[in-house]
């Protein structure tokens, strides 16, 4: 069985910074894509950030120069750094991993709130 548990979410001022972890474990042979979505009620859930196991990055054009997309590959972790936060940027923030275990399936984390307000 795998899980993903996503930690670092909150409230923030504007232009503040947070860190987003999300750390995956059960029986994975090897870990493809991570990265991260987010999702406002009744909207549909956003790219915000990706990361191949190669270190490839992708980000939503909304965030870039802003958030920076890691992992490292001893932890199965992935994090977002997320500075200049704007009101915008209020949502669940969901971590996803394409996990071989053995099959190569994307797993989802349950998410975690960031809200950012004076």
């Known amino acids: 069985q795998v899980q993903l548990v996503e930690s670092g979410g909150g409230l923030v001022q504007p232009g503040g910074s947070l860190r987003l972890s999300c750390a995956a474990s059960g029986s994975i042979f090897g870990i493809n894509t991570m990265g991260w979505y987010r999702q406002v009620p009744g909207k549909q859930r956003d790219l915000v950030a990706t990361?191949?196991?190669?270190?490839?990055?992708n980000y939503a054009d909304s965030v870039k120069g802003r958030f920076t997309v890691s992992r490292d590959g001893a932890k199965n972790t992935v994090y977002l750094q997320m500075n200049s936060l704007k009101p915008e940027g209020t949502a669940v923030y969901y971590c996803v991993a394409h996990i071989i275990a053995p099959s190569n399936i994307a797993y989802w984390g349950k998410g975690t709130l960031v809200t950012v307000s004076s």
């Open positions: 990361i191949t196991g190669g270190g490839s990055t």
